[in-house]
């Protein structure tokens, strides 16, 4: 069965304002290409060849545009879903693909807002793809603030339990904005009730799957750098990052 990716695309943009206000946020430049092209790359080059961009009503159009030469330079195919309710959570856009899901065996489920770059990553992506198991995976990355993520608690190098926005954290190991699931992950999907904050955390997700002794985790360590991109300091940070590598080591990250 095929292996399909699905990059989450909507939301408020809140922390993005007056920004978000007249742009999606993943269509904001970092550095020299859009947010969203990071994101895209980052499936591309795992061998991704279907991909399902969930985004908010009326921002279909403008990553048409932005991603026409993309699809046709990759031989890619890219769908679309709309996420109506923008502040329905991450976990919506599992119920949102539903449909996109059901012939494929693994996803590659990716927060648009999320850079990764890393020499062996990729093939550290495709290697959890492979194994031929029901188990899903998280990829976790020490924070200094991890009371702004999710937080994943290990107890003998083992997976225990996540947080979500933790007031406390005792552990500094937070969830990044990639996800590798199983189809039946979509068993899981209708159990899951609205949070506090009213909406569909993907925390609830993982913690379903940890339960049911079926979620794995990879700590990416210090071989890959990752940023989210939802603040200002971070995509400034993060386009300082890309405009070194890039011009030291004359490569071009995500060069898609």
């Given at each position: 069965?095929?292996?399909?990716?699905?990059?989450?695309?909507?939301?408020?943009?809140?922390?993005?304002?007056?920004?978000?206000?007249?742009?999606?946020?993943?269509?904001?430049?970092?550095?020299?290409?859009?947010?969203?092209?990071?994101?895209?790359?980052?499936?591309?080059?795992?061998?991704?060849?279907?991909?399902?961009?969930?985004c908010n009503d009326g921002d279909e159009f403008f990553f048409r545009k932005t991603l026409?030469?993309?699809i046709k330079r990759n031989r890619i195919k890219i769908t679309y879903a709309v996420q109506?309710?923008?502040?329905?959570?991450?976990?919506?856009?599992?119920?949102?693909?539903?449909?996109?899901?059901?012939?494929?065996?693994?996803?590659i489920f990716i927060l648009g807002d999320n850079f990764f770059y890393g020499r062996l990553?990729?093939?550290?992506?495709?290697?959890?793809?492979?194994?031929?198991?029901?188990?899903?995976?998280?990829?976790?990355?020490?924070?200094?603030?991890?009371?702004?993520?999710?937080?994943?608690?290990?107890?003998?190098?083992?997976?225990?339990?996540?947080?979500?926005?933790?007031?406390?954290?005792?552990?500094?190991?937070?969830?990044?904005?990639?996800?590798?699931?199983?189809?039946?992950?979509?068993?899981?999907?209708?159990?899951?009730?609205?949070?506090?904050?009213?909406?569909?955390?993907?925390?609830?997700?993982?913690?379903?799957?940890?339960?049911?002794?079926?979620?794995?985790?990879?700590?990416?360590?210090?071989?890959?750098?990752?940023?989210?991109?939802?603040?200002?300091?971070?995509?400034?940070?993060?386009?300082?990052?890309?405009?070194?590598?890039?011009?030291?080591?004359?490569?071009?990250?995500?060069?898609?």
């Amino acid at each position: 069965m095929k292996t399909k990716g699905i990059i989450m695309a909507g939301g408020k943009g809140t922390r993005l304002k007056p920004l978000t206000n007249i742009i999606n946020k993943h269509l904001v430049p970092v550095y020299n290409k859009p947010m969203i092209f990071y994101s895209v790359s980052t499936l591309i080059y795992s061998g991704i060849k279907e991909i399902l961009i969930i985004c908010n009503d009326g921002d279909e159009f403008f990553f048409r545009k932005t991603l026409y030469d993309v699809i046709k330079r990759n031989r890619i195919k890219i769908t679309y879903a709309v996420q109506k309710n923008t502040g329905g959570g991450i976990a919506e856009g599992l119920i949102l693909a539903k449909s996109f899901i059901q012939k494929c065996n693994k996803i590659i489920f990716i927060l648009g807002d999320n850079f990764f770059y890393g020499r062996l990553f990729h093939q550290l992506i495709k290697s959890y793809l492979n194994k031929k198991n029901k188990n899903s995976t998280i990829f976790l990355s020490k924070v200094s603030n991890p009371k702004d993520y999710g937080v994943a608690y290990l107890k003998n190098k083992k997976l225990s339990k996540i947080i979500e926005k933790p007031k406390k954290p005792t552990s500094n190991m937070a969830v990044t904005g990639l996800y590798i699931y199983h189809q039946d992950v979509l068993k899981i999907i209708n159990r899951i009730k609205p949070s506090n904050r009213n909406e569909l955390e993907i925390t609830s997700v993982n913690n379903q799957l940890l339960k049911k002794k079926q979620l794995n985790y990879i700590d990416i360590g210090r071989g890959t750098v990752w940023f989210d991109l939802g603040t200002f300091d971070n995509i400034y940070l993060c386009s300082e990052y890309v405009r070194l590598m890039e011009q030291r080591q004359g490569l071009k990250i995500s060069n898609i």
